[in-house]
């Protein structure tokens, strides 16, 4: 049973335009929720995070929502640049002390020039 | 600040042979994961520790797979012996404040 759900496997925008990638959730014990970008050979790296007590948080180009009652996130990026095109996980975490990560299958994001 | 490091980046084996990777978190993160990546998915949790002890190997087959961080720094995971199905990354990470940072990670191919 998947609780957190990648369902677009890949995306491709043009250069300057916007990307939008979507996580959608099962688990309503998931309290908190990140993105990595992972590129080829590397392990993934945080992007950006949300609190469930937000519903939006900004950082840069990078514009996480979160919508509790539809249990979907969704990563903006504005705007989209060649160096962007990555493997995008989400992930998700139950809080606590131990704040272990149950991630998507990601999404292959092309940015083309 | 160096970041989590780890080796070896590559190994190939046979099935039933056993096969061993390293770990070094950064330095002062007391938390440190091990992740399965298979191909097409995403990181699944293995093992955490918290200093030395074990916090969560739910997920862990303990049959085969054992992890050790004795002194509370590096650690280890060994998989002995190795079947085709663990062909995968296998990711660490360690924790600062609500973030984990990852290390580039290993990847086993088992023939």
């Known amino acids: 049973d998947q609780q957190v759900k990648q369902n677009s496997p890949s995306l491709s925008v043009q250069e300057g335009r916007i990307s939008i990638l979507n996580c959608d959730y099962t688990?309503?014990?998931?309290?908190?929720f990140l993105w990595y970008k992972k590129y080829p050979a590397e392990g993934p790296t945080f992007l950006i995070s949300?609190?469930?007590?937000?519903d939006k948080n900004e950082d840069g180009r990078f514009t996480v929502f979160l919508n509790k009652s539809a249990k979907h996130l969704s990563l903006h990026i504005v705007p989209s640049q060649p160096g962007d095109s990555a493997v995008y996980f989400c992930?998700?975490?139950?809080?606590?002390?131990?704040?272990?990560?149950?991630f998507g299958k990601g999404t292959l994001l092309t940015v083309n020039p | 600040e160096a970041g989590v490091a780890q080796s070896p980046r590559y190994k190939i084996i046979e099935k039933r042979q056993s096969v061993a990777f390293w770990c070094n978190p950064i330095?002062?993160?007391?938390?440190l994961y091990w992740y399965q990546q298979i191909l097409g998915q995403g990181p699944k949790l293995l093992i955490q520790f918290q200093n030395n002890g074990v916090v969560d190997d739910s997920q862990l087959p303990k049959d085969r797979f054992s992890a050790e961080r004795l002194k509370g720094v590096d650690s280890t995971l060994k998989i002995q012996p190795a079947k085709l199905e663990d062909s995968a990354v296998y990711l660490c990470a360690s924790r600062g404040g609500n973030e984990q940072f990852f290390g580039p990670g290993t990847r086993l191919t088992v023939l």
């Open positions: 688990n309503s014990m998931f309290d908190y």
């Open positions: 992930a998700a975490s139950e809080g606590g002390s131990n704040y272990k990560l149950t």
């Open positions: 949300i609190s469930s007590i937000k």
């Open positions: 330095s002062g993160h007391a938390t």
